[in-house]
């Protein structure tokens, strides 16, 4: 079946850093990419996506790019600050719409001012 | 507006026992779903509902049932609660097309 791996945590990094976190999935056909934040004591809510090969997703300065050779949909931001101290989760879901997401175990990020 | 509300925000069950959580929408999304939120292990997809009367089990149903008679509405019954059903529970929805769904404050359940 359909899977997302997300790299493992937790990230602790320092303000102005540069952000990676790696995502790769398997899926059958042709699926929608996306990332979702929690933060802290709230539910999950949608950073960006992107729903064909190539595509970029950008919000609030993070970015990721749907790379249908390497099956990967990584998240990076160039500056880091502290209200982006959350968790972050990666998902596929069919080609049309967001309905029965696959999630992966998300990763926890702390940033230190 | 209130988008995806969910109650109780907590809950502690001993084994055995039988609640419901409760779910609403007020978007008139037609699509809505359970999730599970474990640690390490992400969001699984427990039922889901692609409109009133409709529903379907999702990676992990068992041990829970679901209905959907109103639009507004998706409770999730655990009819005889077990250890391993401890867990944050989060309700979403999303309107047909649409890429984004949107989540409830969720509901952390203890069961004893």
């Known amino acids: 079946g359909d899977s997302v791996t997300q790299m493992e945590g937790p990230v602790t990094l320092s303000e102005e850093a540069f952000l990676t976190i790696n995502c790769t999935y398997t899926?059958?056909?042709?699926?929608?990419l996306f990332w979702y934040v929690q933060y802290p004591g709230e539910g999950l809510q949608l950073l960006l996506k992107?729903?064909?090969?190539?595509d970029k997703g950008s919000n609030k300065g993070f970015e990721a790019t749907y790379r249908k050779e390497t099956t990967s949909f990584h998240l990076e931001k160039g500056s880091v600050q502290v209200s982006d101290s959350a968790v972050y989760f990666c998902?596929?879901?069919?080609?049309?719409?967001?309905?029965?997401?696959?999630f992966g175990q998300g990763t926890r990020l702390t940033i230190n001012p | 507006n209130a988008g995806v509300t969910q109650t109780p925000k907590f809950q502690v069950l001993k084994t055995g026992q039988s609640m419901t959580l409760q779910c609403a929408q007020d978007?008139?999304?037609?699509?809505m779903s359970w999730y599970r939120q474990d640690p390490g292990m992400g969001l699984r997809l427990i039922h889901y509902?692609?409109?009133?009367?409709?529903?379907d089990q999702g990676e992990v149903p068992n041990g829970y049932n679901v209905s959907r008679s109103t639009t507004e509405d998706f409770p999730l019954r655990l009819l005889s609660a077990a250890p391993s059903q401890t867990s944050v529970y989060f309700c979403?929805?999303?309107?047909?097309?649409?890429?984004?769904?949107?989540f409830g404050p969720g509901t952390r359940l203890t069961v004893t």
């Open positions: 998902a596929l879901g069919p080609r049309q719409g967001a309905q029965k997401l696959v």
């Open positions: 979403a929805s999303n309107g047909d097309g649409s890429y984004e769904q949107y």
């Open positions: 992107a729903t064909k090969a190539d």
């Open positions: 978007m008139n999304h037609e699509y």
């Open positions: 509902s692609v409109g009133a009367g409709i529903t």
């Open positions: 899926a059958t056909g042709y699926p929608s």
